[in-house]
């Protein structure tokens, strides 16, 4: 007893000592989102019974040279509307240690991880529309060699509160030929293989289901000062599940990018195409649930209301097509720059159906979007500012969201004016507008911000639907932010519609009532 | 067993006396693909500003367009370096080195593709601005409005 009292005595005394001489890093977060809901006939806003949604997390980590180690608890009291799932309980999920030396690391525990572009696996997550795929197990990082990297990883992934029913094991192999010679070439060529491989019991009647899934994925980077190119192609076995229709081909998925940046100038082309990309951890799953792989609508991200009501979400049973994107900067003092500066980008996406879905790179005819947006930011005066935006849309709601519906085109403007009228004080005013005569018919939209740097700011916003529906959809909201720590308070109606974040969505309903923020970030 | 006992208090204080940073060993990518570790940043004695952004965030670019446009000016009051970490993820990651270009942005961009620095350091949302002196976190500040460059510059000179 005596030397167990020794021992915590000394155990104690190290405590003490680690935080006395700031030996030892402790941070943490804690962001809590609630909802309180309330009834509108108006927008078919559907009120849960408690008529509360509220999401918690709180994250915790500890680090002492080499070693880290920390956990995640999480709370939905219960899950706000429209989540993936509907939990009305707290538990503490993730819990993680790992150890880092210079060409060694080991976690065990949850963990997050990514190969490549993430086409073949990643897990990760994303707090607003409710994904963590992180797996539980071991994940273990080698560079045995300066110009070789190894990534080794074990686990089952996490299912909301529980874990999937399967086994996931995974290899990832990177070579950076830059680094096998004696000298640095100015460019970087590097090559990388992935193995992913998932197994779930299977207890059916079928005697040759394939209840290990494998999937391979090859990619080549090369980069230099002003060039780079990217390539990746995966290759995925037959996979028969509920989210693929019991599809029992094999999947295919090849992405290029190539860039070009000198000067004042950037440009960005990018292609892909795929065929039978669901991947999941168990067979059973739909929607976000138990995702093993990424596989993002590679398009422009909006941010303005009027330009985020029709929003692509990729196709990972079958599409193809690309995006370009040129960036130009015209300095101050230039022709098109004038005193201040301007800058101006040009983005084009489109994507359809194969013609062919043997064929990875038949161009089919079905077009299922196109997104083709100008935007133009110029500088005024050193007080005013202002972005200009046009954008045209096509989207074809049967594809996107199953709904047998005409094809939706779409022309918005967009005006964003910036005006800074005193060292810490600015006001700014959005104006927008999207006509179509499809769907829901036209919108507009009106924005006005008063910000009070570096704690204070209010907005009041209106999006309106007219013409069909008539429906306006008001928001009155204000935050203070004091360093780490963020409060946010608003009241309005939400929108229902696809709610999209790193180009994964969600169906979020119609609702209308309070909404409290709070996140804070100690380190 | 007590020696045991004993030899483990030791070698805990032994290990203690090693001084450390603050920033997590995490490491980032830069623009041509090389990768490198967060915390070697802590060992430089230039004041450094951390942002962390993301190319589709439309307050982080123009807070980055912001300090841009001051940036030399207040470099001359006082020595400091910005680094900007883009946590675009595969989605677009892409972007971000033609896009930097397209803004003529003086600082130095590194990629934090599956958000392990925003893990590490703990962040919810972006944009969220560090000041680091000596490898310590001296300042932080969540979120953008016009005008918060100027809080950040007067920081600056008081650290």
């Known amino acids: 007893m005596k030397k167990i009292q020794l021992l915590v005595f000394g155990l104690l005394t190290n405590v003490f000592i680690i935080a006395q001489t700031d030996n030892g890093h402790f941070s943490g977060s804690f962001e809590s989102y609630t909802q309180f809901y309330h009834k509108d006939d108006k927008i078919g806003a559907v009120v849960p019974q408690d008529k509360i949604g509220s999401n918690n997390f709180l994250k915790l980590d500890y680090n002492y040279k080499q070693f880290t180690a920390g956990l995640q608890f999480e709370a939905y009291l219960p899950a706000i509307q429209g989540f993936p799932f509907s939990e009305n309980s707290g538990k503490l999920v993730n819990k993680y240690f790992r150890y880092t030396a210079n060409n060694f690391s080991i976690q065990v525990g949850d963990f997050y991880e990514q190969f490549g572009s993430g086409l073949a696996f990643r897990a990760w997550e994303n707090r607003q529309i409710g994904i963590n795929n992180a797996l539980e197990g071991a994940n273990i990082h080698v560079a045995p060699l300066s110009f070789l990297t190894i990534k080794a990883i074990y686990g089952r992934q996490r299912k909301v509160f529980a874990y999937a029913n399967s086994n996931v094991r995974g290899l990832d192999a990177e070579i950076d030929f830059s680094k096998t010679g004696k000298t640095t070439p100015e460019t970087r060529v590097a090559a990388g293989f992935s193995y992913v491989s998932r197994y779930q019991l299977y207890t059916g009647p079928i005697t040759d289901f394939p209840a290990t899934v494998n999937a391979t994925s090859t990619r080549l980077d090369i980069g230099g000062a002003v060039a780079s190119a990217s390539f990746e192609y995966v290759y995925k076995k037959r996979d028969p599940h509920d989210a693929n229709n019991f599809d029992n081909t094999s999947g295919k998925a090849f992405l290029t990018n190539l860039s070009l940046a000198t000067g004042n100038f950037g440009a960005l082309l990018t292609f892909r195409t795929l065929e039978n990309m669901d991947f999941r951890s168990e067979r059973e799953s739909l929607q976000s649930i138990g995702l093993m792989n990424y596989i993002p609508s590679l398009t422009k991200q909006h941010d303005y209301l009027t330009t985020n009501i029709y929003v692509y979400n990729a196709q990972a049973m079958g599409e193809i097509g690309g995006q370009v994107d040129l960036f130009y900067n015209a300095p101050k003092g230039t022709g098109p720059g004038g005193k201040f500066g301007s800058k101006f980008s040009l983005n084009f996406s489109s994507y359809s159906g194969h013609n062919d879905s043997e064929d990875l790179f038949s161009f089919g005819d079905n077009e299922y979007f196109h997104d083709l947006n100008f935007e133009w930011k110029k500088k005024w005066s050193e007080k005013f500012t202002t972005i200009f935006l046009y954008q045209n849309i096509f989207y074809n709601k049967l594809v996107i969201e199953g709904e047998p519906v005409p094809d939706v085109k779409t022309n918005t403007v967009v005006l964003n004016a910036l005006i800074k009228y005193a060292k810490k004080k600015a006001a700014r005013f959005e104006l927008q507008h999207l006509a179509t005569r499809q769907d829901k018919g036209n919108w507009a939209a009106a924005l006005t911000e008063f910000s009070f740097a570096p704690k204070w700011t209010f907005y009041l916003s209106d999006l309106y639907n007219y013409g069909k529906t008539d429906t306006h959809y008001a928001t009155i909201g204000g935050s203070y932010t004091n360093r780490g720590t963020r409060f946010g308070l608003s009241y309005g109606r939400q929108r229902a519609g696809l709610f999209c974040v790193g180009g994964v969505c969600r169906f979020v309903p119609a609702a209308t009532g309070v909404t409290a923020t709070l996140t804070t970030t100690f380190n | ?159």
Request: proline fraction near 4%; glycine fraction near 6%.
């Open chain 2, 1 to 159: 067993m007590k020696k045991t006992t004993l030899i483990i208090v030791t070698f805990l204080i032994a290990t203690m006396s090693f001084g450390q940073n603050d920033l997590p060993d995490i490491k980032l990518r830069s623009l041509t693909g090389d990768e490198v570790r967060f915390n070697s940043f802590g060992n430089n004695d230039t004041l450094l500003i951390v942002s962390l952004w993301a190319t589709w965030c439309v307050p982080c670019i123009q807070e980055l367009e912001a300090i841009s446009e001051q940036y030399e000016e207040r470099q001359k009051e006082i020595p400091f370096k910005l680094l900007a970490v883009s946590i675009d993820d595969s989605r677009t990651t892409q972007r971000v080195k033609p896009f930097v270009k397209g803004k003529g942005w003086p600082f130095e961009i590194y990629l934090d593709v599956n958000s392990d620095l925003k893990r590490a350091l703990n962040i919810n949302d972006v944009p969220h601005v560090f000041i680091i002196k000596k490898g310590k976190i001296v300042y932080q500040h969540n979120g953008y409005v016009a005008g918060n460059e100027e809080e950040l510059f007067e920081k600056i000179k008081t650290l």
